[in-house]
């Protein structure tokens, strides 16, 4: 049995993480759509700023939560691998990324 949101069809379905893959032929070529639900995310990040709002920051504090798809997308995980906090600095101080932020305060 086919599992199908209108055009789309469902391929496969991760029940940890509720990451979904669905494919359409529009009739020249295959498209994908994933999605990747992130209100858990964004929910836990709030409840740690909140429950260590005044904590100092330092070594091996937390300061974000960030879904893999994303990190890559956004060349987190490249500026990581080659040292460059500057990137890592501006996109997790950015006020757009705040909701991936676990922690308050600047780094």
């Known amino acids: ?4 949101d209108g055009n789309w069809t469902l391929l496969s379905w991760d029940p940890m993480t509720g990451r979904t893959v669905w ?3 529009n009739g ?4 994908f759509r994933i999605e990747m639900p992130v209100d858990n ?3 836990e990040n709030e409840f740690t ?4 709002s005044g904590n ?10 960030i879904p893999a798809n994303l990190a890559h997308s956004e060349n ?3 500026a990581q691998s080659e040292g460059d906090d500057a990137y890592l600095s501006r996109w997790l101080n950015s006020s757009d990324n705040r909701a991936w932020r676990s922690f308050e305060g600047r780094v």
């Open 28 to 31: 020249d070529e295959t498209v």
């Open 41 to 43: 995310i964004v929910k």
């Open 49 to 52: 700023r909140n429950a260590t």
């Open 76 to 78: 987190l995980v490249r």
């Open 56 to 65: 100092k920051f330092g070594d091996w504090v937390k300061i974000a939560s």
């Open 1 to 4: 049995m086919k599992v199908r």
């Open 23 to 25: 494919s359409h032929f």
